[in-house]
């Protein structure tokens, strides 16, 4: 997420409901909203949020590319659990795929992967991208792929 945030991001505390889904922990936040964990019935989930008034309707693309992935059974692409509204602030609720790669990397020895864990993850972006491709879009943040 970048620093283009227009509104004030809407803040989530823990323990708070929305819908079916409570708040456990805060991920991160970036320009456009931030991420929380969040359950429902024991099950963990990510949970994305972007401020109702954003002029830019990232959400809203996520969860038509999600469901599209989803329909042509892409196997490098979270599920779409959930979205909406609440309060000013667009959601969207999708599996949660664990930690994120710099994190892991972090902790390895040298804080390095092997050349078979990267070998074996940059297969794996390309494969996401191709799928992508499949269903007609571009990834536009290739940054994210670092």
Excluded at 1 to 11: D, H, P, R, T
Excluded at 14 to 30: N, P, T
Excluded at 81 to 100: A, Q
Excluded at 118 to 133: F, R
Aim: net charge positive; with cysteine; charged share 30%.
């Amino acid at each position: 997420l970048s620093g283009m945030a227009q509104f004030e991001l809407v803040k989530l505390e823990v323990g708070e409901k929305i819908d079916q889904w409570v708040v456990e922990d805060k991920l991160g936040e970036g320009g456009f909203g931030s991420v929380y964990k969040v359950s429902r019935k024991k099950e963990i989930f990510a949970l994305k949020t972007e401020n109702l008034n954003e002029t830019v309707k990232v959400l809203k693309m996520e969860v038509y590319v999600l469901k599209m992935a989803e329909k042509k059974r892409s196997k490098h692409f979270c599920k779409c659990e959930d979205s909406g509204m609440y309060r000013s602030m667009l959601y969207i609720v999708m599996t949660m795929v664990g930690p994120c790669l710099q994190d892991i990397r972090k902790e390895l020895p040298g804080q390095k992967l092997s050349v078979g864990c990267a070998l074996s993850v940059g297969i794996q972006c390309l494969e996401a991208i191709e799928e992508l491709h499949a269903i007609g879009f571009l990834h536009r943040a290739p940054y994210k792929f670092k």
